[in-house]
């Protein structure tokens, strides 16, 4: 993404993307304008990467800015470069992503630590892994993700319960399927708690590295795996949830318990990790290698209607704290502190 900061000190934003056959499809298609530079994406990242070509301008124009989303470092002619770390995972554990994956964020960290001008963190649990992995602690900015605050109706709870086959009540997972979410001990902590009216829900795409089929064993009739869900439905699987869980061993911020919290959905996430930073007093913690501790949570709240209702609420009161607007002018911030 490339900006410029006009003489009314507005941000004018452009997307700049790799070479695409087709344009995509809402809800995919960006809601800025957007160019495209001559090279297909993997192509694009290593030119980038290894060439130092092309430079963003190439298909901008000129820009006073040009901020990286993601560890993609792209080179610019004279603009200064921000950059958005959400975590640092892969240069931690490297064995738990593909090959490919971890070396292309070996390769941006080490541009980013020499190159660019801010780094914006979405938690501070990602500021202290960026100050560990060699990055200056003074150009670390935080900036914490926001969430969409409408609450689904319960004709729209009751429409997407009727939609995914779900009859009974139901714990909710989100995310994509990959090591460090953690699955196997979710799915261990369900079968503690052995409960045969209740359905584990997980949403979210495959990732790598993971065999759900085999973790999830005897346990396939109360183990729903509904893959990708669109947005309009997303808000009312929250809503529809007894409880949200997130035991991932590590996380940058943890978008979908704060999706969770918005709908007024109790949470259950892990100690130690940016989702605790997120939830503050307004959730559970626990240890998430301990699948009876899981359990024991799982089993505090859907024993205790009055726990899920105060959890709830405070979850609600909480995620109001974090807005795309606040996120937004933070970052129009770091833009004009570096213009």
């Not at 770390?85 to 490297?94: A, I, N």
């Not at 992995?133 to 709870?157: I, K």
């Not at 590295?209 to 064993?217: N, S, T, V």
Request: hydrophobic fraction near 45%; charged fraction near 25%; include cysteine.
């Amino acid at each position: 993404m490339a900006a410029a900061l006009d003489e009314r000190d507005d941000v004018e934003v452009v997307g700049v993307a790799p070479r695409h056959r087709r344009v995509p499809e809402d809800p995919w298609r960006p809601a800025v304008r957007t160019v495209s530079l001559p090279l297909p994406r993997h192509l694009l990242y290593d030119s980038w990467h290894y060439l130092g070509w092309p430079p963003v301008e190439l298909a901008a124009g000129a820009v006073d800015i040009v901020h990286a989303t993601a560890m993609i470092l792209p080179p610019r002619r004279s603009a200064a470069l921000v950059l958005t770390v959400h975590d640092l995972f892969p240069l931690e554990f490297p064995d738990q992503f593909t090959r490919r994956g971890a070396r292309v964020m070996r390769r941006g960290a080490a541009l980013a630590r020499r190159r660019a001008d801010l780094v914006l963190c979405s938690s501070r649990a990602t500021m202290r892994d960026c100050v560990e992995a060699g990055f200056a602690e003074e150009r670390l900015r935080l900036v914490p993700l926001g969430v969409e605050s409408a609450v689904a109706g319960d004709d729209e709870v009751a429409r997407v319960k009727a939609s995914y086959g779900l009859g009974r009540p139901y714990v909710l997972w989100a995310g994509t399927v990959e090591p460090r979410k953690n699955l196997p001990t979710l799915l261990e902590s369900f079968r503690k708690l052995g409960r045969a009216d209740l359905d584990l829900v997980l949403v979210g795409q495959f990732g790598w590295r993971e065999d759900l089929d085999r973790h999830i064993g005897d346990q396939s009739d109360r183990v729903r795996r509904v893959g990708f869900v669109p947005s309009r439905d997303l808000a009312a699987l929250y809503r529809g949830a007894e409880v949200f869980c997130l035991p991932s061993l590590r996380e940058g911020f943890g978008l979908p318990l704060l999706e969770a919290m918005a709908q007024g959905t109790p949470v259950v996430t892990s100690r130690g990790t940016a989702t605790e930073e997120v939830v503050g007093d307004a959730g559970m913690v626990v240890e998430p290698l301990d699948a009876s501790e899981i359990a024991d949570a799982l089993a505090a709240l859907l024993d205790d209607g009055a726990s899920r209702q105060r959890l709830g609420s405070a979850g609600a009161a909480r995620a109001q704290q974090f807005t795309w607007a606040a996120t937004a002018s933070l970052i129009a911030d770091a833009y004009r502190e570096v213009s």
